[in-house]
DNA sequence: CGCCTTCTTGAGGGTTCTCAAAGTGGGTGG
DNA sequence: CCACCCACTTTGAGAACCCTCAAGAAGGCG
């Protein structure tokens, strides 16, 4: 139960440096994010980078927050890769959003500390706790980093609203083309790779679980786009061959993620 | 084009009075909103009742908003009913969130006020058309508003998740039903109507846009819940036998909306 | 009465699911 | 270094869900 809640296993001698440098990183990618989408003074840039918070671990395949949880800080990505998902009476499971790092996975749960979702890490995953009450300082001491917090949500829900649509209306193929496409935007921006080139480590049932199918359904829709000529996989890595076409299939336009500062 | 912008049309002799009446019934009706989830002070309530607004009058099946969009104001629902959409390159629509009175339906449009989604009255609907300048002036000065606003808007974020997982792994019935479940509560705590009897003035088109399939199946589906002795209609007018069973088959939970303020 | 929208029914086909099993690759212990 | 194990990926076959196309009822309105 709370073994995968250790602060930093593993590494040997530099904990506190490290600790120290992973936490500045990470602030740095979220400001960075934030800067993608609003328009912030200096002294708001410090504030930010300056927020504290618990720097943990978890390992693979454990939840990071459990659903119902009652939270008093937000988490944000430092490494890794983690998904918001809802789980069903019948213990089947839906991802909602997916989060890479410098993304506050669960910035909404500054206005509302009950969790009605889980946090799961796809992989190992470093995350940085942020206290709400740094965040909620901030938000009412600076009108500007409230509107850019909400602004971050609305990004979420902006991206939550375009999924609705994929799975309301797309074929399996068809959203995970475009779920590609979205990550490739993503990664790019946050300096994580090309569109057109970038490594997803996630395994196909987790796949599924983002795309509302089977894993059997989902390796046959995988297939379909690579006999397309769309895109080549090796192991996790993720290659876009056409991105023109790839965009095409899948109906993707980024303007939904917001990337127009306002 | 612009024929569906004409203020009040309609009402002979007490169009102002009237347009008065509306503005402050459905800002109240805002308040009470807002008020399930956030604790706000006596002037914090008195600034929301004073917010401007232009009274406007949409017909049934024209667009409030149209898709891209800029808007210098949010949509406040004073009557009626409203569906926020995505449009997709083959013509197809699917419905992201329903507004009813009361709601904002484009609060998020305060932060991001270049439109992705469309808004469609789905019957006669009157709104309230709330400057941008006044909301953000609001939520610079008063903290207690601006986390309320920001609270709402995570309010509609959690319908989509929720949304979302209904998407991707329930079938249209159990989806139809849970968007039933959704909407008694919704229209009973707004005061229009109680859970297991209202009216939802949506044609079983506009029901299958929401719940991503035709309506022919729709319509399968809806007999499907009937001939299990869950529902009646009669009209528009929902009435649900046995809640506990309507809500066993959704699988539905009401914690996702959030009416405990925190 | 006639027109229009909405609701309902039917039949055939495509997508996706379930269940099952075989192939692949990385790690671990002998 | 090899054998084994485990997680992951791939394949197959039949069934369930949902779609498309089409046409017939039912209800509101001029």
Redesign the pocket.
């Known amino acids: 139960m709370a073994d995968g809640m250790v602060e930093q296993t593993g590494q040997p001698a530099p904990a506190v440096t490290a600790r120290c440098d992973k936490s500045s990183a990470a602030l740095e990618r979220f400001l960075h994010r934030l800067d993608l989408r609003s328009r912030l003074g200096d002294s708001d840039r410090q504030a930010i980078l300056a927020l504290p918070g618990r720097l943990v671990a978890h390992d ?2 454990r939840d990071i927050v459990r659903p119902g949880q009652l939270l008093d800080y937000a988490t944000l990505i430092v490494s890794g890769l983690a998904a918001r998902f809802d789980r069903l009476a019948d213990g ?1 499971r839906q991802t909602t959003a997916i989060h890479i790092p410098g993304d506050m996975a669960d910035l909404h749960s500054v206005p509302v500390p009950q969790a009605g979702w889980g946090i799961e890490a796809l992989i190992d995953t470093d995350v940085l706790e942020v206290p709400h009450t740094a965040l909620r300082a901030l938000a009412e001491e600076r009108p500007t980093i409230a509107f850019a917090l909400w602004r971050d949500s609305i990004v979420d829900a902006s991206i939550l609203a375009k999924w609705i649509s994929a799975l309301g209306r ?6 995970l083309a475009h779920f590609y496409c979205e990550m490739g935007i993503r990664f790019e921006q946050a300096g994580l790779g090309a569109r057109d080139d970038f490594v997803l480590p ?7 679980e983002v795309l ?12 379909s786009l690579r006999a397309q000529g769309l895109i080549r ?1 090796e ?2 890595r993720l290659q876009v061959i056409d991105v023109t076409a790839l965009r095409a299939v899948a109906d993707f336009d980024p303007r939904y993620l917001l990337l127009d500062p306002a």
Do not use: E
Request: hydrophobic fraction near 40%; charged fraction near 15%.
């Open positions: 693979a395949h089947s797309r074929s399996a193929a068809q959203r996630m395994t196909q049932m987790q796949l599924a509302g199918v089977t894993a059997v359904h989902l390796n046959r829709s995988l297939q996989t192991g996790r």
